[in-house]
T-cell receptor, first 109, second 114 residues
Framework: DAKTTQPNSMESNEEEPVHLPCNHSTISGTDYIHWYRQLPSQGPEYVIH???SNVNNRMASLAIAEDRKSSTLILHRATLRDAAVYYCTPAYNNNDMRFGAGTRLTVKP | KAGVTQTPRYLIKTRGQQVTLSCSPI?????VSWYQQTPGQGLQFLFEYFSETQRNKGNFPGRFSGRQFSNSRSEMNVSTLELGDSALYLCASSLGHSSYNEQFFGPGTRLTVL
């Protein structure tokens, strides 16, 4: 059965980098790895996604392991506005996203 | 461009009743996915519709069903409501049925079953 595992919670200091890990051992070769985050009282929002190579965008970077069974979301300089629950998942069968419980990120000033 | 809209935003029902929730995707998006979010279970996938056909399905009982119309709008229905169905129901739209496309989520419908 498809399953992703993430730490329940992580803490970071403001302006410091944060590395959020995710394990997705049931991934197949064509499944993109997606990351989303959910701020309080809002629906999840897209952060970043990738297939094999590391990816960068204005929000974050995504580091993907060579065997693709794990990935790490990198926030280069955490701000208070980055405090949220972060979810990762492969997009199985083209668009089947099996989010887990996510990682609650706390950013301390 | 307008985002994903969901109606109603809040709903209160009693056990045994049925409910229909609606989702309008972003213009041009043809795939709609539905999720149930509860404090204990997190964000759980219900089903995905693309071109009016169910393409993927999560591990939910048959009481949960959905459909998609030719304009890509989608509805989900829950029959014979149980207390445990109280949750935030989220829909998300994406351009197509592809692992590459990111999903855009609506604000959700908060369902309370009494």
């Amino acid at each position: 059965d498809a399953k992703t595992t993430q730490p329940n919670s992580m803490e970071s200091n403001e302006e410091e980098p944060v590395h959020l890990p995710c394990n997705h051992s049931t991934i197949s070769g064509t499944d993109y790895i997606h990351w989303y985050r959910q701020l309080p009282s809002q629906g999840p929002e897209y952060v970043i996604h990738g297939l094999t190579s590391n990816v960068n965008n204005r929000m974050a970077s995504l580091a993907i392991a060579e065997d693709r069974k794990s990935s790490t979301l990198i926030l280069h300089r955490a701000t208070l506005r980055d405090a949220a629950v972060y979810y990762c998942t492969p997009a199985y069968n083209n668009n089947d996203m099996r989010f887990g419980a996510g990682t609650r990120l706390t950013v301390k000033p | 461009k307008a985002g994903v809209t969901q109606t109603p935003r809040y709903l209160i029902k009693t056990r045994g009743q049925q409910v229909t929730l609606s989702c309008s995707p972003i213009s041009g998006h043809r795939s709609v996915s539905w999720y149930q979010q509860t404090p204990g279970q997190g964000l759980q996938f219900l089903f995905e519709y693309f071109s009016e056909t169910q393409r993927n399905k999560g591990n939910f009982p048959g009481r949960f069903s959905g459909r998609q119309f030719s304009n890509s709008r989608s509805e989900m229905n829950v029959s014979t409501l149980e207390l445990g169905d109280s949750a935030l129901y989220l829909c998300a739209s994406s351009l197509g049925h592809s692992s590459y496309n990111e999903q855009f989520f609506g604000p959700g419908t908060r369902l309370t079953v009494l």
